[in-house]
């Protein structure tokens, strides 16, 4: 599998990192996550995950409180998450995960962004068979760690692979198995710095820099919206 869903990791990190909007992201990402479960991270793990992201990112502790209220007040059931999907320059494959409270707004500026960049919005569902959702966490390698140990335990947990670079580890598992594989984590003593659900492409294709330049034009564009949450490609 590898990490071809990562596109330009450093850059996307890049963006991410000076996007103004970025806690406002994040807030978001817990408000839905609280809402579709309990609002206690101890007995949601997709709340707890969305916590952890926002706290690396250093969002305040008050945000965080702020944004899982959020998703018992009044306005909770206006948050909808949507996921929309196009095809890029020279045929990139594209799914836009958002969360919005305006879908005529939100639906007409992905599809605004496809137009003007190269690309053309599909219908929903067009792709879907050519991603796998996988939940995903990622951390850095304690001393001492042995790497085939942790496999095995984590097997039952619902492990499907184990990617290693230097001192980065990813892991990887079925979406279903999200909760299981985060607790057998804590159990192991292991501090992850980053988990989330994704989706990976079940075959990846490989561009020139000059395409992947006009490629990335679009992706900026789409990650700039207020109402986005992540971006998934089949770009190697």
């Not at 997709?46 to 409180?65: E, S, T, Y």
């Not at 137009?115 to 796998?132: C, H, I, P, T, V």
Request: hydrophobic share 40%; no cysteine; glycine share 8%.
């Amino acid at each position: 599998m590898g990490r071809a869903f990562e596109y330009r990791k450093a850059a996307k990190e890049k963006r991410w990192g000076t996007m103004s909007r970025v806690f406002p992201r994040l807030a978001k990402a817990i408000t839905v996550a609280a809402k579709d479960g309990v609002p206690d991270p101890e007995m949601n793990a997709k709340l707890r995950a969305a916590i952890q992201n926002a706290k690396a990112q250093n969002m305040p502790k008050d945000n965080i409180d702020a944004a899982i209220k959020r998703a018992i007040g009044k306005d909770a059931d206006d948050i909808k998450e949507i996921t929309y999907e196009g095809k890029g320059p020279h045929g990139v494959l594209i799914m836009v995960e958002t969360a919005t409270d305006n879908h005529t707004r939100t639906v007409a500026n992905i599809r605004n962004y496809f137009s003007k960049n190269g690309g053309q919005a599909l219908d929903n569902g067009a792709l879907e068979f050519m991603f796998s959702r996988k939940a995903v966490f990622e951390f850095t390698k304690p001393e001492g760690l042995d790497i085939d140990e942790l496999e095995l335990n984590l097997i039952d947990a619902g492990l499907e692979e184990i990617d290693v670079e230097g001192d980065s580890v990813i892991i990887y598992g079925d979406f279903t198995a999200f909760g299981e594989l985060g607790k057998a984590l804590e159990a192991e003593g292991i501090e992850v710095t980053k988990s989330s659900l994704k989706r990976v492409p079940n075959s990846s294709v490989t561009f020139s820099e000059e395409e992947l330049d006009e490629i990335d034009n679009l992706i900026d564009k789409i990650e700039e919206d207020e109402d986005v949450l992540a971006v998934y490609t089949n770009i190697e």
